[in-house]
């Protein structure tokens, strides 16, 4: 409803409050008058843009989503100026701009059509609807509050040279009746201007963009193919120094195997004697020396077999392999020793080291010998923000809290405290990690990390 005892038009409501004293205007609130704006746009995110941009100005904005609903809020709320895209739904910004134009009461409304102006007979359409002006998308804050300003004081004004005969123009084949003044296409005129120049701005300063980006990457090509010049010679040196590497490892590794099955060959006779003395004697404190020499050449001959599994490791490509089918394989360890082993509920393949069988190995091995009362041992797995976690739990003693952090270390624990060592250090060469975290008294539980692409369903 329009305010009670006001005038019926937008023009009159200014002459009205121009005349006021300061307690009457109070009680007009002329800035709901004056500052209003409609904006119309179909668009929910250009409509709460433009209606933020307008609200941070301090203007009463009102929003309608379609030609019909402005015209009810037009008559109903009386807004200075109309800010309405072109097109849109049922009718478009050109037929709004004809409707409040032809009315005796909207005339003096400000319309402003907002467009992309792709076309010069967008503005000719325009200026035959009878715009007072135009904004252009993308918006420039400043040029849309000072067109905004601009219409604001021409609101509820007359155009000055009077109605107008109207101009036919014909342009691209079609004809258009223009019927506004020439201040008005004057306006309008150096607006596209306006536009024409900011574009042009625009275009060269991306054309400058463009030339030192330009510059920039034939620089960058120049030193992309001296940088490849100085790789291939790099590559055919490091070709070359690979190849004598590869010479020396595989001299070493002949020298090594060698070394080691003469060693192993020594010990399986020094075994044998050890164990002939044995039975020959009847003395114990020598029996008790026999025996401890005998341990002695057990452990000797354990970390002789380390030496070789350390030799064999990263020397091949990982593989995929099938974690439940080497879990199976190793349970006739634990089936000597009464243990039930559960396997994982999923088919999983795991990339690793071919070598990854031992780490299996070497879980269910420590559970045997220093588990203490494990009957029972299994495998879980579960997905995790870091990849999927793969669980060996038992129900023996478990690590103690000290020891925690040492049982991966080379040397420590109760037998040669090389396998955890080489679980770890297996593990590593795919970026596969292993943390103890059971409670003492309640068992060990070994928690195997695969990284995300370490891992897939079997049968892939």
């Not at 179909?42 to 301090?58: I, N, P, Y």
């Not at 060693?263 to 075994?271: D, E, R, S, V, Y």
């Not at 040669?416 to 059971?438: D, K, V, Y």
């Amino acid at each position: 409803m329009r305010p009670s005892g006001l005038p019926q038009t937008p023009g009159d409501l200014m002459k009205t409050c121009n005349t006021l004293s300061p307690d009457e205007t109070t009680n007009v609130k002329p800035h709901t008058l004056f500052r209003r704006i409609l904006v119309v746009e179909d668009s929910r995110t250009q409509a709460e843009f433009l209606v933020h941009l307008l609200k941070e100005r301090g203007y009463d904005v009102l929003l309608a989503h379609h030609g019909r609903e402005a015209l009810e809020t037009i008559h109903r709320e009386w807004p200075a100026v109309v800010l309405t895209d072109i097109i849109m739904p049922e009718m478009d910004g050109y037929d709004l701009c004809r409707e409040i134009k032809a009315g005796t009461d909207t005339a003096g409304i400000q319309v402003i059509l907002v467009t992309q102006l792709f076309d010069a007979e967008d503005v000719l359409r325009g200026l035959e609807a009878g715009a007072d002006n135009f904004i252009i998308k993308p918006y420039d804050p400043g040029q849309v509050y000072s067109h905004i300003e601009a219409a604001f004081r021409s609101a509820g004004t007359k155009d000055p040279e009077g109605p107008q005969p109207g101009l036919a123009y014909l342009f691209s084949g079609r004809s258009h009746r223009i019927t506004s003044g020439r201040s008005r296409i004057l306006d309008i005129l150096l607006t596209t201007y306006e536009c024409a120049v900011r574009k042009n701005a625009e275009l060269q300063e991306a054309q400058e963009t463009q030339s030192e980006l330009n510059e920039e990457l034939t620089a960058a090509v120049d030193e992309l193919h001296t940088a490849n010049r100085n790789l291939s010679d790099e590559n055919t040196e490091r070709a070359r120094m690979e190849k004598a590497l590869a010479d020396a490892n595989s001299k070493l590794n002949l020298l090594t195997s060698i070394t080691r099955h003469d060693i192993l060959n020594q010990l399986t006779a020094l075994g044998a004697y050890l164990s002939l003395a044995g039975e020959h004697t009847k003395d114990p404190i020598v029996a008790g020396y026999l025996a401890q020499c005998e341990k002695i050449a057990g452990s000797v001959n354990e970390h002789v077999e380390f030496m070789k599994d350390y030799q064999d490791l990263g020397i091949h490509a990982p593989v995929w392999q099938d974690l439940n089918a080497i879990v199976r394989k190793s349970m006739g360890t634990c089936a000597r020793g009464g243990i039930t082993v559960h396997p994982l509920q999923e088919n999983v393949e795991i990339l690793a080291d071919p070598l990854f069988e031992k780490v299996i190995h070497n879980l269910l091995d420590n559970a045997i010998r220093h588990g203490e009362r494990v009957t029972d041992i299994s495998f879980t797995a579960r997905k995790t923000s870091a990849g999927l976690c793969i669980i060996c739990k038992d129900n023996g003693v478990g690590v103690a809290r000290e020891d925690k952090g040492h049982i991966f270390k080379k040397g420590f624990g109760k037998h040669t405290g090389l396998g955890l060592f080489l679980s770890r250090e297996l593990l590593g060469i795919t970026e596969i990690t292993i943390t103890e975290t059971g409670i003492y008294g309640q068992g060990a539980r070994f928690e195997i990390l695969v990284p995300e692409g370490g891992y897939r369903q079997s049968g892939r």
